[in-house]
């Protein structure tokens, strides 16, 4: 049954990153679509869409990372070790 809930909250966790993705791809649309027209190819970006641009990286980027955890096996996955109760021998 844990893994259920588990499944359900993955689904749910890459739902929100997609959720999220769209979000940010819609601002940087909006931002880049206000750009006034210049010719030629070259401009200078704003620190604002530039920011946008990271927030849409940044989600794409979290987005594909919940994806192939989703799509990896547990048994394929490595054991999460804590070692926040144990002492390091540091020689």
């Given at each position: ?9 993955g689904a749910a ?20 679509a206000a750009l ?29 990372g919940l994806e ?24």
């Amino acid at each position: 049954m844990e893994t259920k809930g588990r499944e359900r909250g993955g689904a749910a966790e890459v739902a929100a990153a997609r959720k999220n993705l769209d979000d940010a791809r819609n601002d940087l649309d909006a931002a880049v679509a206000a750009l006034p027209d210049i010719d030629g190819d070259e401009a200078m970006a704003s620190p604002v869409l530039v920011a946008l641009l990271v927030r849409a990286v940044k989600a794409k980027k979290h987005l594909k990372g919940l994806e192939v955890l989703a799509l990896t096996p547990a048994s394929a996955r490595l054991p999460v070790v804590s070692f926040k109760d144990h002492e390091i021998d540091r020689g």
